[in-house]
């Protein structure tokens, strides 16, 4: 017979349990409109090393010793760890950071991070994964020790060679730091890639639901040519509004001492994976975007431009070079086209509310952003469909308008030119 004092704890612990969310179960290994492209589960006791290399970057460091991963593979789980002893990876480059970390692929000068450091030695090259676009899939937990230090998962673009590769892009799908244990935190960087995001862009809010420290989750990226789109749970969680273009390989790993903070003194740091899939969509993805291109005005010879930063399409004589003058052509599913701009990869839109062109993020279901281009002659008119007017520079005063401009008007017609 269950005393009061007990009765008590009883259900206090009931009450604990039904308010903890349990693990989000692994999603299917089929997923409607893709197909299955790379799988890992994680069975068996071993890494499989046709697929994953057990180290971190091992030709940036004299001591490639101290840069492999400490990990188990059991019961269908990797777990990788940092224990007390673990060594600092790069003592030279990388001050006290321990990292314990696979990769799918590796080559000299591979992700050159600091711009000093030499490449140490030559290390063979592996790659046992390398893609372009796709929707990736995780189910992991997450370290529950608190103190600096992050898990991470993410991307690292293949392209360049010698010391160009410091031209790679870089998707950090999960950078999620110990001292933030329920914020999903992730971050993308250009790193000089022409046609990738020119500064840090970075989102770290707390998780819709559950606790990822002691629940399993699923954490999805779709990486499409224009779009990099995240899911929590199978429901979209962020969205950044640019792409790589190039392949990129995986790193999977766990860090202290970077710029996620000092460790604390708990120890061993761990956490785990259950699976990792990437999927293609079905019919294959459309062509890169188009080459970035200027946009002049037939009446004033100008130039479209966003250089000053306020919200409004200007026009000008802006240098050929100038990101803030070029723009991409993207075209949507039903056929409409947006221009974006290459230095701040913002769309240029109009509204009912007035008679400016703005530029700003927006999705592509957004009609403001849709326009279609009529051919007048040897130019083009830029109509919006969710206005029915066109983009003009009638008025002259460097800022661009939108309205019922005549066909015949030099105002509202265009040419597209290359840039450099």
Do not use: C
């Not at 983009?391 to 002259?396: K, L, M, P, Y």
Request: cysteine-free; charged content about 20%; glycine content about 8%.
């Amino acid at each position: 017979m269950l005393t009061v004092a007990t009765a008590a704890l009883v259900a206090l612990a009931l009450s604990a349990t039904s308010a903890r969310a349990a693990d989000f179960p692994a999603n299917p290994t089929t997923k409607s409109g893709y197909t299955l492209d790379f799988q890992e589960e994680f069975s068996g006791s071993t890494l499989d090393t046709s697929k994953w290399l057990p180290s971190y970057l091992p030709h940036w460091t004299s001591t490639p010793e101290n840069a492999k991963a400490r990990y188990t593979v059991a019961d269908g789980v990797l777990t990788e760890r940092l224990d007390k002893d673990t060594p600092a990876w790069n003592a030279q480059y990388d001050g006290t950071v321990k990292i314990s970390s696979i990769q799918s692929y590796e080559k000299d000068w591979w992700h050159r991070f600091n711009s000093s450091m030499p490449n140490d030695h030559h290390e063979p090259d592996f790659n046992g994964y390398s893609t372009k676009y796709g929707y990736f899939e995780t189910r992991a937990k997450l370290s529950d020790v608190g103190g600096g230090g992050h898990q991470a998962l993410w991307l690292v673009g293949t392209n360049g060679t010698g010391t160009d590769a410091a031209n790679q892009s870089e998707i950090d799908f999960i950078e999620t730091f110990f001292s933030k244990p329920d914020t999903w935190r992730i971050a993308a960087y250009g790193w000089g890639d022409p046609d990738f995001l020119s500064s840090w862009t970075l989102d770290e809010d707390t998780v819709p639901s559950g606790t990822p420290t002691s629940e399993y989750h699923v954490y999805g990226m779709d990486w499409t040519p224009t779009q990099l789109n995240f899911y929590y749970d199978n429901e979209l969680y962020k969205t950044i509004n640019d792409a790589p273009n190039t392949a990129m390989g995986l790193i999977l790993g766990i860090y202290t001492d970077a710029g996620s903070g000092t460790h604390n003194d708990t120890w061993p740091k761990s956490w785990n994976v259950d699976y990792l899939r990437v999927f293609k969509k079905d019919g294959g993805y459309p062509a890169d975007p188009s080459p970035f291109q200027r946009i002049k005005n037939h009446q004033s010879g100008k130039y479209l431009h966003i250089e000053n930063k306020t919200g409004n399409v200007q026009y000008g004589d802006t240098g050929a070079g100038w990101w803030s003058g070029q723009w991409s052509r993207e075209t949507t599913s039903d056929g409409y086209t947006r221009y974006r701009n290459r230095w701040t990869r913002e769309f240029m839109y109009a509204t009912s509310a007035d008679g400016t062109v703005h530029y700003g993020d927006r999705n592509e279901s957004d009609t403001g952003s849709q326009w279609t281009e009529e051919t007048v002659g040897s130019y083009k008119r830029l109509k919006n469909r969710s206005t029915s007017t066109y983009a003009h520079t009638e008025n002259g005063t460097g800022t661009l308008l939108h309205g019922a401009a005549p066909s015949t008007w030099w105002s509202s017609q265009w040419t597209f030119e290359p840039a450099p």
